[in-house]
């Protein structure tokens, strides 16, 4: 790291070299934490490209943070004309925040993205989003020791604190839940399974009927989590941007939907956690890292997953059956990650007062092990 006695100073990102360096900038701030993954840059590349659906309902801005000639921060704002037009609550967003652990720079990076979103007219800010709540979100603040899933975030302990310092407050906790893969059923959970097998019909992703089963995943997920804190819908264009990753990445056994009466009922997909396959290749594909990728994820197969989409109906939501529908999806891919060589899965994220799905969790004997926090101030 460069000295502190260097002058600090923010630079918008601007070009191709700028978003180099705001991509790499982990690099630094992690060097030191074994639980870090190095993401993969050709990914990183796409997900801060115009082809990021994202992009085409939402305004942004990115800046770095630098010391001589070289960046110890990173910061971005964001303006979603989709939670606008949902909630109307003049709330703007920062995320993809690293730092090092100078109170100067929180206070300037922070500062700078409140700035511009009072700017865009905004009068609270909220984050960590990167960059909203259907991907990245939440600040880690429990669970440091171990490496993230696919998806899910990393942070240095000193990063709570820094924030809690520029005025913010947590506003919402979001929670991991890990659970072994060959836990054995409760006697609840077999009673459940055994009163709703002649109800509900179990099935797995039709991949030659790939675009109708897309649209039954959107809509299944919009329904079940309609009413959650934070709900944002996917474009048609971001779930299909969604479906490149299930397609390329996620085996049909893994995505399974329930069906009552003939009609999609609940669903649930697992993606197989890419992070423990790239966890050595520090960002690179190239010149042989495609190959131990494709490798890990074909052939060997990684140990542990994680459910990223589960959702049953509101209609059945807090009834017996609603219960059944989850417990029988979990149970079906629980079997097939069994026979796939995986030890351990992550459900997240879930918020933290949401008591069906954690009391449902807890009688899987599933424990939350890593904590995540939004936070929001007034501008």
């Not at 690099?27 to 870090?36: C, H, K, L, N, V």
């Not at 959650?228 to 390329?248: A, D, K, M, V, Y």
Request: with cysteine; net charge neutral.
């Amino acid at each position: 790291m460069p000295s502190t006695a260097e002058p600090l100073r923010i630079a918008t990102v601007s070009g191709p070299r700028d978003l180099h360096r705001f991509i790499r900038v982990p690099w630094s701030i992690y060097a030191e934490d074994p639980a870090w993954v190095p993401p993969l840059m050709v990914e990183r590349r796409d997900h801060f490209s115009q082809r990021n659906p994202y992009f085409a309902h939402a305004r942004t801005c990115f800046w770095l943070a630098y010391r001589g000639a070289n960046p110890v921060g990173r910061i971005s704002a964001q303006v979603d004309e989709l939670w606008e037009s949902r909630y109307g609550d003049a709330t703007g967003f920062f995320g993809m925040l690293e730092a090092e652990d100078e109170a100067e720079t929180f206070h300037a990076l922070l500062g700078t993205a409140e700035a511009w979103l009072r700017d865009q007219g905004m009068s609270r800010i909220r984050g960590p989003f990167n960059f909203s709540s259907n991907q990245e979100c939440g600040l880690l603040v429990e669970g440091y020791d171990t490496p993230p899933m696919i998806m899910m975030g990393h942070a240095r302990p000193y990063y709570a604190d820094r924030i809690l310092a520029e005025g913010y407050k947590g506003v919402k906790d979001l929670l991991a839940y890990r659970l072994a893969t060959d836990f054995p059923p409760s006697e609840f959970m077999r009673v459940v399974l055994a009163k709703a097998s002649g109800i509900a019909r179990i099935r797995p992703l039709r991949r030659s009927r790939w675009k109708e089963e897309l649209q039954i995943l959107r809509d299944i997920f919009e329904d079940a989590w309609s009413t959650n804190w934070g709900f944002i819908p996917f474009t048609e264009e971001e779930f299909q941007h969604l479906g490149n990753s299930l397609r390329q990445w996620v085996e049909d056994d893994f995505v399974q939907i329930a069906e009552v009466d003939g009609v999609p009922a609940a669903m649930i997909v697992v993606f197989p956690n890419l992070n423990e396959a790239i966890r050595d290749l520090d960002g690179r594909l190239l010149p042989f890292g495609w190959l131990k990728l494709l490798w890990r994820l074909k052939v060997a197969f990684p140990q542990t997953a994680r459910v990223p989409l589960m959702g049953v109906r509101k209609r059945y939501q807090g009834s017996a059956l609603g219960t059944a529908l989850a417990f029988l999806l979990i149970e079906r891919v629980r079997n097939h990650g069994l026979k796939r060589g995986v030890r351990e899965v992550e459900l997240s994220w879930i918020l933290e007062d949401n008591m069906p799905m954690r009391n449902m969790l807890a009688a899987l004997g599933s424990i939350p092990y890593k904590r995540y926090r939004i936070y929001e101030r007034t501008l």
